[in-house]
Each structure stands twice: as C-alpha cells, then as structure tokens.
T-cell receptor, first 109, second 110 residues
Framework: KNEVEQSPQNLTAQEGEFITINCSYS?????LHWLQQHPGGGIVSLFM???GKKKHGRLIATINIQEKHSSLHITASHPRDSAVYIC???????????FGAGTILRVKS | ETGVTQSPTHLIKTRGQQVTLRCSSQ?????VSWYQQALGQGPQFIFQ???????GRGNFPPRFSGLQFPNYSSELNVNALELDDSALYLC?????????FGPGTRLTVL
C-alpha cells in the first residue's frame, strides 16, 4: 500500500462544476502539499498545510490531521484548471516529500 | 514564478552516456532535493542536499550523484544511462517546509 493515496485517479468535469480531489496518507506528517502540473510542464506548489484550511482564489485546501486526510476543492471550474493535481506529504521523520500518483483533471467547456 | 530554474529543459542521450542536469535555487534556500518523475507516475525522491552535504537518499543506485554549491546551485549527475532513466527530473529548493519546484528537465535516453 502506498503511503499517499489519491482519489479519483481521473476526473472529467463540465466548466463551472465544483470539484473535489482527496488525499489520504498513512504516516505522521509535518506538512502536506498540493501541487499542480500541466502536461509536459513542471510542478507548481498550490498549498502547504499543516492544519485547518487555506483558500486561494477558487482553490480551497483542507486537512484533518487526526483522520490523515486532505481535500483540494476547485469552485467554478474552468478548462484552464485541467492539469494533474498531486498530493505530497513531508513525513515527521525524514527529509523527503512522498508523493501521491496524482489526479488527472480535465474540465470541458 | 518560483525563482528556481533548471537547465537544460530537454535533453536526448544514448544508453551508456553520462548527463549533468543543473538547478539554480533562490538565495537563502540551503536545501535542495532532486526527484525523478517517470511518465504517468508521481515524482520519486532521488536525494537531498543541505549546505553542500548529502542529507538523505532515495532508492537510486550510486550512478546517480549530486553536488550543491555555495551559490545555491546544484547538479544531478547520472552515469551509464539506461533506457529507464528517461523521465522528468525536478529539483526543489526549500525554505523551512515550503518547497519551490523548478520547471524540470525532460531526459530521453535512446
């Protein structure tokens, strides 16, 4: 079992829909990152969370440390949101990020 | 813009050759990590450097090596390239727990 599991693996939405991507992890962490990667592109950091909730524009990220679970929400989705969204955790002990496999999001107009 | 740059953006090599990938971090970011991302997979940790010393290594063979320099730049060297080394190589500099990723170098081994 992977230390970081994301769901769904693939997601297709219509423009304007509310989107949720989930991330569960099995280790104690010091922080959780949500990252965005466009096809063929590098990675952009969207959020870093250690507790609670963060909002940036149409993006909202939440984390429940007790349940070892985080969600990334996109409100009023747009075709430019189409990308791979990756959850990565910084374990309490150790010095590397552990990545989920990513969720491929496609938003159709 | 993360302030982290990588060069080159794309590279084609043949099996058995050696390659050096470069990363330039923001000033003050004294930790740099390198990751390999194969097509359709999440990134895998190669190693991390902190103040010019290796500070952790993932499950990669010794032919993957690195250097970090005082000017916040770093290198990833891969010797004896294999076909499976074809991937996107990402560097990330960090300031406390915040990670700043470079755009990556796409390496193709033929």
């Amino acid at each position: 079992k992977n230390e970081v599991e994301q769901s769904p693996q693939n997601l297709t939405a219509q423009e304007g829909e509310f989107i949720t991507i989930n991330c569960s992890y099995s280790v104690g962490i010091s922080a959780l990152h949500w990252l965005q990667q466009h096809p063929g592109g590098g990675i952009v950091s969207l959020f870093m969370l250690s507790s609670g909730k963060k909002k940036h524009g149409r993006l909202i990220a939440t984390i429940n440390i007790q349940e070892k679970h985080s969600s990334l929400h996109i409100t009023a989705s747009h075709p430019r949101d189409s990308a791979v969204y990756i959850c990565a955790v910084a374990p309490e002990y150790g010095n590397k990020l552990v990545f989920g496999a990513g969720t491929i999001l496609r938003v159709k107009s | 813009e993360t302030g982290v740059t990588q060069s080159p953006t794309h590279l084609i090599k043949t099996r058995g050759q050696q390659v050096t990938l470069r990363c330039s971090s923001q000033s003050g970011h004294n930790t740099v990590s390198w990751y390999q991302q194969a097509l359709g997979q999440g990134p895998q940790f190669i190693f991390q450097y902190y103040r010019e010393e290796e500070n952790g290594r993932g499950n990669f063979p010794p032919r993957f090596s690195g250097l970090q320099f005082p000017n916040y730049s770093s290198e990833l060297n891969v010797n004896a390239l294999e076909l499976d080394d074809s991937a996107l190589y990402l560097c990330a500099s960090s300031f406390y727990n915040e990670q700043f990723f470079g755009p990556g170098t796409r390496l193709t081994v033929l």
